[in-house]
């Protein structure tokens, strides 16, 4: 198999970088870690003009954690994630799902922002940046840019950046206190993309009540199914079988998932209710701290 | 120079290389064709299967969906750099003869490099430590029990650098 011919550059600054974006716009492609673009480029279902190799840019290679953010460069790849001491601590979302991101040797190279700027309804990042309110910063011709998860992806595979533009960097902002996260996904093999998957985020209130929520998830749309108004429920309730049978139903319910060789709709519905319901009950025994909070 | 070709200077096999190679060469295609390393095997060409991985500066990766242009300065490992050639069989490929880790061979020199990653990161791995450093990886022939096998007695045999 071979790709259509293109034009190829490696530029060793960011500057050179958006230098050759703001050039070759249009026509051309980043390549990060490879691992979505390579097979498309090989089966043509990408044939850009020009590819620009950011796999020299060690400077943005890196994980920080500064200001109470964490903060992400557009070379760190997704296996920095599970050898990262902070971010199992501080960020276990994180942590629990990049295991589910294909496989070890694709989190070699694949980046953390490759996966956010491919934008796969499938995938465990986007759901995951959506839960935890990340921004995303983006360098252009014009400067630097934001983005909230909820404007950045827009469809299926598109995402609101410009052909000019690169993803810089992910922040996710600090953890709350009390607050226990979840990441629950069913797919038909380990590493295979999710058939559906769930982020759960609760946050609980001094007296054990709940204070805020948010169910996030991956599969069922072609962005990631941010399920605020099932989340909504929880708002002041005891968080019990009673209120997280509730919310899963609302979740289910609200849902407009696709049906494909992989899965019916229906039964995309089933796991969101039963998925939702299993992340809900462990994410409040970590917000009660109960276990060893790890995931 | 034509736009479409560059020059290349990288190290396989601890062998240093300098070729001229067209941008749209996948690093598999150049380590099979261009340096006649013909055991590095292609499967599906698209990092589906995992037949084509190699080590790429110490980390595993798959070589068909590399282009040869991105291992300009890289050290390469590929199956035919575990041993010389004249030499005793690598402790793991050693193990995977004696536990039938493999039968028809395609995938093997895939599987022989997240298994190499895994031991030289980590003493004694569990089977589930095992099974998940090659999860990438398929293998039509084995059923998998004799591949971990293989690797569980790598891990006890094989005296790390
Ligand atoms: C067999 C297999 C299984 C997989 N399973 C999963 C899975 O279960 N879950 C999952 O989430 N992913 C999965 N993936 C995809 C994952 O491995 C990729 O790493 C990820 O989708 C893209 O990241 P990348 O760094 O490889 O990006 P690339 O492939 O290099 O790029 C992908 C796209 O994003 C653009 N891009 C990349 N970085 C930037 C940037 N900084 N700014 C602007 N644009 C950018 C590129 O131009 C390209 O269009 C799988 C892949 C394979 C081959
Ligand atoms: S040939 Fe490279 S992964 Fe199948
Ligand atoms: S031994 Fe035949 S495919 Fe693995």
Redesign the pocket.
Known sequence: MKPAPFEYFAPESVEEALDLLEQHGDTAKILAGGQSLGPLLNMRLASPEVLIDINRLEDIAYIRHDDGYLKIGALARQRTIERSLLIPKSWPLLYEAAPYIGHPTLRNRGTICGSLAHADPAAELPAIATALDAELHILGPEGERSARPEEFFESYMTTSLKPEELLAEVRFPPPRPRTGVAWLEVARRHGDFALVGVAAVLTLREDGTCEAARLVYTGVAPVPYDAREAAELLAGEQPDGESFDAAAEKAAELSEPGSDVHASAAYRRHLIRVLSRRALGKALERARGEGDGSP | MDRHRKTVHLTVNGVEYEREVEVRKTL?DFLRYDLGLRGT?????????????VMFNDSSA????LYAVQADGADILTVEGLTSPEGPLHPIQEAFRKHHGLQCGFCTPGFLMPALELLVEKHGPTEKEIRNAISGNLCRCTGYAGIVEAIREADAMWERP
């Open positions: 598999a095997h292609l499967g599906c060409e698209h990092g589906v299967c995992g037949a084509c991985t798959r070589s068909c969906i």
